[in-house]
């Protein structure tokens, strides 16, 4: 795996407990933040400069919110395989900028099933799809995206870039493995 500079970082969360320490950190690296729905309005309440999914890929939101991040623009700037000349040419014939961080966590679908009043439209409409979709694809290119899914990473990733500028490929590989544990319960759970 290859040690990469973060430029990027795509940022949706559900629980955004340490959610502006750690985009304040990220945006002192001068690294381009981008986000989407609540998220977004959070980081820029906090008055932290933001791009809006929906500007990345020329589409808006739709669907009640169902469609956000399930777009080429989003899932090639992070499935991308930087030591892959074909991959990056791809990126640039389509205008595709690398996404290098994605910090998700997804939608407490086992909170809402806790609730003996939950309705199946209310468990329907909280099983995530675009996030598992994002943290899977990080997850599956950890040489050079790292994925975030656990606010208690936050402070150990600024710690880890403020130290070396850069995080070791062994955190990367850690997260990753983190990574698909979170999509492998969250689907046991929903199951």
């Not at 675009?130 to 994925?147: E, F, H, L, Y």
């Not at 880890?160 to 995080?167: A, H, I, K, N, P």
Request: proline share 3%; net charge negative.
């Amino acid at each position: 795996m290859t040690v990469r500079v973060i430029r990027r970082a795509l940022l949706s969360v559900s629980d955004k407990t340490n959610l502006l320490d750690l985009a304040r950190g990220l945006a002192a690296f001068g690294v381009e933040l981008i986000s989407t729905g609540g998220t977004r309005n959070a980081l820029a309440q906090a008055s932290l400069t933001v791009r809006e999914v929906s500007d990345l890929t020329g589409f808006p939101e739709m669907l009640d919110g169902r469609v956000k991040t399930m777009h080429p623009k989003i899932t090639g700037a992070i499935l991308a395989v930087r030591a892959n000349t074909g991959h990056m040419e791809s990126l640039s014939t389509h205008s595709i900028e690398p996404i290098d961080m994605v910090v998700v966590n997804l939608y407490q679908f086992e909170k809402i099933a806790a609730r003996a009043e939950a309705s199946v439209e209310e468990l329907i409409e909280n099983i995530d799809i675009g996030g598992p979709t994002m943290i899977r694809s990080a997850a599956k290119n950890c040489q050079d995206v790292a994925i975030v899914t656990s606010p208690s990473d936050y402070q150990p990733i600024i710690d880890e870039l403020r130290q070396f500028g850069v995080l070791a490929r062994e955190t990367k590989w850690r997260l990753a493995c983190d990574a698909f544990r979170v999509t492998a319960d969250y689907d046991r759970a929903i199951s």
